[in-house]
């Protein structure tokens, strides 16, 4: 258990809904991270909030929309996904800085299939 | 350029053998580096960061940096079945807030 907590685990969409994915945690952490790992390939940074604020918008399509109300909580909200949307998306949170001895902590992640 | 690079291998080693993974980065000014573990359908789990240049040691594991060279390693001493995985190499970029960059990770397989 690393502390970082995502609902849901498994998710299966049609490509008319909304819905969200739910991160949170309650390290003190206040950067929080969203990622995609699509099968064989790499993690794909997505956003990147510090202190709240969106510090980092990775081309991202608008069909995805991240939030952030607080230190602890970050969502991604989907619709109108595509197919080629089906991933693991994992959420991270690390201190603001990184130096010394810290570390960014990853959730268990949300299996998504976009059918 | 890739921000951060690993060869995607598999890298296959001995049961008990020395295994290296090797991670080269773009960005000079990047002071943190990290290991991840990702086993398959598993989330990545942090094995070590190293911060300064030189070798950082816990247990079977020992990070290697050199940031003259922008290259981070990863030795697996007395490698196990269990340590069959993929490796991420992990750097936080300089300059302003956090962002966290992976290289695409590099498979190792341990053979009895």
């Known amino acids: 258990e690393t502390g970082v907590t995502q609902t849901p685990r498994h998710l299966v969409m049609g490509m008319t809904n909304k819905k969200s994915l739910k991160c949170e945690q309650h390290?003190?952490?206040?950067?929080m991270y969203w990622y995609k790992q699509s099968a064989k390939k790499p993690l794909e940074l997505m956003f990147v909030?510090?202190?709240?604020?969106?510090?980092e918008n990775n081309s991202v399509p608008s069909r995805f929309s991240p939030e952030c109300p607080n230190s602890s909580h970050l969502f991604l909200h989907l619709h109108t996904l595509q197919p080629e949307d089906s991933a693991l998306y994992l959420c991270?949170?690390?201190?603001?800085?990184?130096?010394?001895?810290?570390?960014?902590?990853f959730g268990q992640g949300t299996r998504l299939t976009v059918v | 350029q890739k921000e951060v690079e690993q060869n995607s291998g598999p890298l296959s080693v001995p049961e008990g053998a020395i295994a290296s993974l090797n991670c080269t980065y773009s960005?000079?000014?990047?002071?943190?580096f990290f290991w991840y573990r990702q086993y398959s359908g598993k989330s990545p789990e942090l094995i070590m960061f190293i911060y300064s240049n030189g070798d950082k040691e816990d247990g079977r594991f020992t990070a290697q940096l050199n940031k003259a060279s922008q290259y981070v390693s990863l030795l697996i001493r007395d490698s196990q079945p269990s340590d069959s995985a993929t490796y991420l190499c992990?750097?936080?970029?300089?300059?302003?807030?956090?962002?966290?960059?992976f290289g695409a990770g590099t498979r190792l397989a341990v053979h009895p």
């Open positions: 992990a750097v936080i970029f300089s300059g302003g807030y956090n962002k966290l960059i």
């Open positions: 390290l003190g952490h206040n950067a």
């Open positions: 960005d000079r000014g990047s002071q943190s």
């Open positions: 991270a949170s690390s201190p603001p800085r990184i130096g010394g001895d810290t570390e960014a902590f």
């Open positions: 909030y510090n202190f709240k604020e969106q510090t």
